[in-house]
């Protein structure tokens, strides 16, 4: 690893942009980035504020070695009361590395097409915090699937999930199961189907309960034995429901066709 490619692995490490990495030593935006690609080098003295700003020594900085790299930060994080880790992969697509691990007990950034660290955002990210398309994360973003505590998607599992699709303790979306359900199409305890609604207590334009049902177009309570009249119900939905939610209106007929 080059002179270049420390600087610019420490000095990201920390979070700091090249302008503010330059003002902190005297030097220009432009200085810095030609350093950081190896167009020019450091004179001594800045080699030496750059190992005590960035808390590592001179040798790691002049030594075309990475040797002793995760030893060094480990140790300096034992010595700050944290631990700290990171990983990048020199392969990038669209300007991204591969890979990007980043984690630790203060707070880090992974940026990649797989990113995994305390704050992860890629095509594939996980952490503590997540954006990307596939997100796992306690809290997340995610453009086609998330899954966590408190996320948002395109396809959301979590405590709390918002999505197209939805599922958990509270979803809402347009087809969503759980606790509270709230949505087009709504499946759970309590159920608040704009469409249809199946649930304990279902509420909607067309609602089946298991102990409540109030429904503006149809309602049904299930009978002591379970059953119900669900071509009553499978017609107030092809008649009523949308063409535009034909998918999620077949999910629904397919849910009480199983369940007749």
């Known amino acids: 690893m080059t002179l270049g490619e420390k600087i610019y692995r420490l ?40 190992s005590e700003m960035l808390g590592v020594s001179t040798d790691y900085l002049l030594k075309e070695s990475v040797e002793g790299y995760q030893e060094q930060r480990m140790a300096q994080g034992r010595q700050q009361g944290s631990f700290h880790y990171e990983y990048k992969s ?9 890979v990007h691990v980043n984690i630790g007990l203060r707070p880090v950034r992974a ?12 095509m594939i990210a ?15 973003v995610g453009l086609l699937f998330a899954l966590g505590a408190c996320v948002v998607g395109g396809i959301a ?12 303790a509270i979803s809402v979306g347009i087809f969503t199961m ?6 087009q199409f709504s499946f759970g305890a309590l159920a608040v189907g704009q469409q249809v609604a199946i649930g304990d207590s ?3 334009n067309i609602a089946l309960g298991f102990s409540e049902a109030v429904g503006s177009i149809y309602e049904e309570v299930q009978a002591a034995d379970g059953s119900f009249d669900h071509q009553a119900m499978i017609a107030a939905i092809d008649a009523n429901v949308p063409d ?10 397919a849910i009480i066709r199983a369940m007749a």
Do not use: Y
Request: one cysteine or more; a neutral charge.
């Open 11 to 50: 000095r990201t490490e920390q979070g700091m942009s090249q302008e503010n990495f330059g003002d902190m030593l005297g030097v220009s935006r432009q200085s810095v980035s030609k350093w950081e690609t190896d167009q020019s080098v450091p004179e001594l003295d800045k080699v030496v504020a750059i």
């Open 178 to 183: 759980g606790a509270l359900a709230v949505g």
């Open 244 to 253: 535009c939610f034909h998918i999620f209106a077949n999910w629904m007929k």
């Open 126 to 140: 996980i952490g503590i915090v997540g954006l990307g398309i596939i997100t796992l994360a306690p809290v997340g």
């Open 157 to 168: 599992f979590g405590s709390l999930a918002v999505g197209v699709i939805a599922g958990g």
């Open 111 to 122: 940026k990649g097409v797989i990113a995994i660290g305390n704050a992860a955002q890629g």
């Open 202 to 204: 279902a509420h909607g």
């Open 90 to 98: 020199k392969k990038t697509f669209m300007g991204m590395p591969l």
